[in-house]
Nanobody, 122 residues
Framework: QVQLVESGGGLVQAGGSLRLSCTAS????????MGWFRQAPGKEREFVVV????????YYADSVKGRFTISRDSAKNTVYLQMNSLKPEDTAVYHC???????????????WGQGTQVTVSS
């Protein structure tokens, strides 16, 4: 059974930091791009960032560029999202995704995680 399991969400004050993790299992992910999306209440799911299979290429949404950093440990089948300088507008459920690069960016990955809640208070 393929699973993407996110962790690390929580409540933080504006300006604070959180580190999200997503661990994949059930198939080989080392050739996959992996990414993060977020969905705030009443809004559509929004692309945040993607990292390619080797970890050498990344692409960020403008809204998080310079504040968020994605990385991956292929040996652990895990991708991380370091979130700094958090803002109330970053509040959302953050979902992990895995698949082809173009598919992830297009919000059509092979697999989705269930999500972890991030709440930023003002």
């Amino acid at each position: 059974q393929v699973q993407l399991v996110e962790s690390g969400g929580g409540l933080v004050q504006a300006g604070g930091s959180l580190r999200l993790s997503c661990t994949a299992s059930g198939r080989t992910f080392r050739n996959d791009a992996m990414g993060w999306f977020r969905q705030a209440p009443g809004k559509e799911r929004e692309f945040v960032v993607v990292i390619n299979w080797s970890g050498e290429v990344t692409y960020y949404a403008d809204s998080v560029k310079g504040r968020f950093t994605i990385s991956r440990d292929s040996a652990k089948n895990t991708v991380y999202l370091q979130m700094n300088s958090l803002k109330p507008e970053d509040t959302a459920v953050y979902h992990c995704a895995a698949g082809r690069w173009a598919g992830v960016i297009a919000a059509e990955p092979s697999d989705w995680g269930q999500g972890t809640q991030v709440t930023v208070s003002s």
